[in-house]
């Protein structure tokens, strides 16, 4: 089993450019894929970027132009860089592994942004 766990949120001003971290502990080889997902108030949570062993990438429309994921080699930490944040990018950020077929989730990590 993998386990994950991300920090690097809080308040942002708009257009600032957080870099949020997750890293992963356990079996960490059997990793397939990690993403990033959000979840805004009365909103439904949603895929905003993932990363795949051989380092290809997927990203929400809403954030293809802005935002970055990247990993290490070893995929034991991956990141969002968000660049030019804008309000209706608040929500609660989740990474997750993808192993055997199976989703792990971290607890999460709210991003507000707003002067």
């Known amino acids: 089993q993998v386990q994950v766990v991300e920090s690097g949120g809080g308040l942002v001003q708009p257009g600032g450019s957080p870099r949020l971290s997750c890293l992963a502990s356990?079996?960490?080889?059997?990793?397939?894929?990690m993403g990033w997902y959000r979840q805004a108030p009365g909103k439904e949570r949603e895929l905003v970027a993932a990363?795949?062993?051989?380092?290809?990438?997927n990203y929400a429309d809403s954030v293809r132009d802005r935002f970055i994921i990247s990993r290490d080699s070893a995929m034991r930490t991956v990141y969002l860089q968000m660049n030019s944040l804008k309000p209706e990018d608040t929500a609660v950020y989740y990474c997750?592994?993808?192993?055997?077929?199976?989703?792990?989730w971290g607890q999460g990590t709210q991003v507000t942004v707003s002067s």
């Open positions: 356990g079996s960490i080889f059997s990793i397939a894929s």
């Open positions: 997750s592994a993808l192993v055997g077929g199976l989703r792990s």
């Open positions: 990363i795949t062993r051989d380092r290809s990438t």
